[in-house]
Nanobody, 125 residues
Framework: QVQLVESGGGYVQDGGSLLLSCVFPGRAAWRSYGMGWFRQAPGQEREFVAGIGWNPDLKYYVTSVKGRFTISRDNVKNTMYLQMNKLKPDDTAVYYC?????????????????WGQGTQVTVSE
């Protein structure tokens, strides 16, 4: 079982920025996996936020983060990133990275194979 490793969460004021990272440890096949970010706020279901295909030019964002968040990947470092700008209190949640061997980056990710442990992002008013 692969455990993805996230980092970069924290506390920021409204309008601030954070950079999340996710490492896919020790597998050469990582480059064939699509990657994505989900988030879960208290009392709410986990929702998909952004995804990137094995082809890094293929990216998908949900409407609520489009224009504010940028997803990217470094296939040499086995690492995916989520640059979050213009953060809002509604972005407060635990953020999870995920890997899906069938994900293209063109739509929502529905059945990840692997998850990270989650990192808390808190945006104050």
């Amino acid at each position: 079982q692969v455990q993805l490793v996230e980092s970069g969460g924290g506390y920021v004021q409204d309008g601030g920025s954070l950079l999340l990272s996710c490492v896919f440890p020790g597998r050469a096949a990582w480059r064939s996996y699509g990657m994505g970010w989900f988030r879960q706020a208290p009392g709410q279901e986990r929702e998909f936020v952004a995804g990137i295909g094995w082809n890094p030019d293929l990216k998908y964002y949900v409407t609520s983060v489009k224009g504010r968040f940028t997803i990217s990947r470094d296939n040499v470092k086995n690492t995916m990133y989520l640059q979050m700008n213009k953060l809002k209190p509604d972005d407060t949640a635990v953020y999870y990275c995920a890997a899906d061997e069938d994900y293209s980056g063109l739509d929502l990710m529905s059945r990840p194979n692997y998850w990270g442990q989650g990192t808390q992002v808190t945006v104050s008013e």
